[in-house]
């Protein structure tokens, strides 16, 4: 199976609590990303563009190896 990586814009991001939330390019619903599915960065700012994979986890989507 090929792993297809999404772009899309930091919608916010909490970085005392390590986790924000990222909208894909070409859709409306933010999607979760936790401090640990960074790849090259420790923290996000808002409106910063990223490329990441998605996988449905725990009951939603979550963004995976995010990277600026």
């Known amino acids: 199976m090929t792993e297809e990586r999404r772009e899309g ?3 916010w ?3 005392q ?3 924000g939330f990222i909208v894909p390019f ?3 619903v933010p999607v979760y990303v936790d401090a640990d599915a960074l790849e090259g960065t420790h923290v996000l700012s808002p409106e910063q563009h990223v490329s990441f ?3 449905f986890i725990g009951g939603r ?3 995976l190896r995010v990277r600026p």
């Open 9 to 11: 814009l930091v919608e």
């Open 13 to 15: 991001w909490d970085r």
């Open 17 to 19: 609590r390590g986790y």
């Open 26 to 28: 070409g859709d409306t």
């Open 53 to 55: 994979l998605v996988e």
């Open 61 to 63: 989507f979550q963004a």
